[in-house]
């Protein structure tokens, strides 16, 4: 049970196309070092994509840029294949001088545009690789506070490229009265400084069903995370992927514990499509148009 992701399910008619062909998700993680980021993408695809790393040795000197990696998938469930990409970004945030941190992810994310916009215009299109970023989750620290300037930098420069979708990270070391104050006060920021998070669209005819279950995912954002690759066995006898304290156990795939299985059915099951499409046919768009503009086009 636990190595079932749930996207052979997808229910929308929109989607048999993908599964058909095959398809390609591409989800970029950013944060600060240390937020969970490593971890919660191993939880969500229930792969070991990341093998524990120790900490960085902080005698050892930093690297000065932003690294940009990433790590490919093939997952396959009842038939249904997906080619699944983490870009994980290592390094932000840790400099003593963070202002331009943002700014190699922009560029990957541009270059990833550019080499989709050269297949198009490639005669033959007929294997189109998509390696676009169709999501990008962005870790935010549980401080309880507010959002701290390099976010708001962040999500201003990203948010026309990219569907952006915040998270709480390490929800579990806040209490649910913190996390509902956070996300409240995290939402106003967001406004505040008019960053477009990702909205997934509303279909008129939509099934009452189907209405509420997206609206008890998108009222969950900023999702409050807690990310675990450790199996315990709790006194009842079940096994649960968690984090154990002294006062209990927080489980990650409870939704009263944690936003978890809201955020992966919404990139998994609910809303890959929209994510996928919103990046193809906004995002990519304004940027390809931009192109063609400046180059005289
Ligand atoms: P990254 O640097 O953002 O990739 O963070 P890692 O995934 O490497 O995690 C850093 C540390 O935080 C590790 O010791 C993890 O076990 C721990 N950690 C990861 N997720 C959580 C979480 O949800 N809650 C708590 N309390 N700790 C976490
Ligand atoms: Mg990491």
Known sequence: ??????????????????????????????????????????????????????????????????????????????????????????GFGDFVNNDESWKPIVENIEARFDAYLEQENRVN????????????????QPTGHALKQIDIEFMRRLHTKVNLIPIIAKADTLTDEEVQNFKRRVLADIEHHNIRIFQAPVYENEDEET??????????IPFAVVGSNSELELEDGRVIRGRSYPWGVVEVDNE??????????????????????????????????????????
């Open 256 to 297: 009263e514990h944690c936003d978890f299985v809201k955020l992966r059915q919404m990139l998994i099951r609910t809303h890959m499509e929209e994510l996928r499409e919103h990046t193809n046919n906004v995002l990519y768009e304004n940027y390809r148009s931009d192109k063609l503009l400046g180059m005289g086009v």
């Open 1 to 90: 049970l636990m190595g079932y992701v749930g996207f052979a399910n997808l229910p929308n008619q929109v989607h048999r196309k993908s599964i058909r062909k095959g398809f390609q998700f591409t989800c970029m993680v950013v944060g600060e070092s240390g937020l969970g980021k490593s971890t919660l993408i191993n939880t969500l695809f229930n792969t070991t994509l990341y093998p524990a790393r120790p900490s960085p040795d902080p005698a050892v000197e930093r690297p000065k840029t932003v690294a940009i990696e990433s790590i490919s998938a093939d997952i396959e469930e009842s038939t249904v294949r997906l080619r699944l990409t983490v870009v994980d970004t290592p």
């Open 211 to 220: 209405l509420a279950e997206h609206e008890a995912i998108t009222t969950k």
């Open 125 to 140: 299109r007929q294997k189109m690789v998509d390696n676009r970023v169709h999501a990008c989750l962005y870790f935010i």
